[in-house]
Nanobody, 127 residues
Framework: QVQLDESGGGLVQAGGSLRLSCAASGRTFSSCAMGWFRQAPGKEREFVAA????????YYADSVKGRFTISRDNAKNTVYLQMNSLKPEDTAVYYCAAKTVFYSGAVYTTRTQYDYWGQGTQVTVSS
């Protein structure tokens, strides 16, 4: 069982930056591939970024590539999402997700592939 707790959301002007954190409980964090998703009002939850269990592989949605960076610290049981050059269209609730895996190099981009979810943190970008 993995419990996830996101933090770091808030209100920022367009062009600004935020860093989201997702702290995981339990002893299995290093066995999990991790992902960030987001959901804007009236829209489906969409993939943002993913990182492998080892941290050696990452993958991004085209809409955030070059602006967002996902990273993890297995010693701290935490995954991060550094968001730069934020745009109003980045406004959404951001969710952290975890998937227990055996292969350390895999990343996962589909919502249904993940086993555990956090409660989400609101990110609002003003124009």
């Amino acid at each position: 069982q993995v419990q996830l707790d996101e933090s770091g959301g808030g209100l920022v002007q367009a062009g600004g930056s935020l860093r989201l954190s997702c702290a995981a409980s339990g002893r299995t964090f290093s066995s999990c591939a991790m992902g960030w998703f987001r959901q804007a009002p009236g829209k489906e939850r969409e993939f943002v970024a993913a990182i492998s269990r080892s941290g050696g592989s990452t993958y991004y949605a085209d809409s955030v590539k070059g602006r967002f960076t996902i990273s993890r610290d297995n010693a701290k049981n935490t995954v991060y999402l550094q968001m730069n050059s934020l745009k109003p269209e980045d406004t959404a609730v951001y969710y952290c997700a975890a998937k227990t895996v055996f292969y350390s190099g895999a990343v996962y981009t589909t919502r249904t592939q993940y086993d555990y979810w956090g409660q989400g943190t609101q990110v609002t970008v003003s124009s």
